[in-house]
């Protein structure tokens, strides 16, 4: 249990993907204009990450290491993904279309974010079980959803700031995000006291 804990802690907090590792840029910088589109967003790469940990330690663990194809790895990974996100997609489209319209372009894109390859590859590299592949999977997206809401919270306020003219825009976002990115460096030192 405390090793799952751990695992949970590090992925979510202190290797936090978009801020530490710097995966699932494009969506984090493109759908973080409203903190309700982000909340989707974020809901969606939960699933589609959590689903993903779980098909591919089953396929790695059951059928291409029995069979000799670790290599196949990355391949078959990105097929599993590219069907798991056509499933949200759809279910979107017919359970919440204002979210699917407001997610616009962004939601085919979670099938090429890097983030939810790098979750799986991590598994793998990491030699986590199931379980543990899993809980990885769920904390890193948490940690993902996290960030983007945050995000999306400062850029709402921002907006409404007297930002220098150089500054407006893409500049702007990606100042927060860095100075984002050394708060989450802060968490390093919580989890070395945990260990």
């Known amino acids: 249990m405390k090793e799952l804990l751990f695992i949970a802690v590090g992925s979510a907090l202190v290797n936090n993907v978009v801020l530490s590792q710097f995966l699932g840029i494009c969506p984090f910088l493109g759908v973080s204009k409203n903190v309700k589109t982000a909340g989707g967003m974020g809901g969606a790469v939960i699933f589609v990450i959590t689903i993903a940990s779980f098909v591919t330690g089953l396929i790695y663990k059951f059928i291409l290491v029995p069979a000799n194809f670790e290599y196949l790895q990355t391949i078959v990974f990105i097929l599993v993904i590219a069907a798991l996100v056509q499933f949200v997609e759809m279910f979107l489209k017919k359970a919440m279309p204002p979210l699917y ?16 390859l790098g979750v799986a590859l991590t598994n793998v590299s990491e030699s986590y079980s199931i379980l ?47 100075l984002m990115a050394i708060a989450f460096f802060g968490f390093s030192g919580l989890f070395s006291e945990l260990m």
């Open 101 to 116: 319209n407001s997610l616009g372009v962004y939601l085919p894109l979670i099938t090429t974010n890097c983030a939810v």
């Open 132 to 178: 543990e592949g899993v809980v990885n999977g769920i904390a890193t997206a948490t940690g993902f959803l996290v960030a983007i809401v945050l995000m999306a919270g400062i850029r709402e306020k921002i907006e409404y700031n007297d930002i220098p003219e150089a500054f407006k825009g893409t500049p702007i976002v990606l100042v927060t995000a860095g």
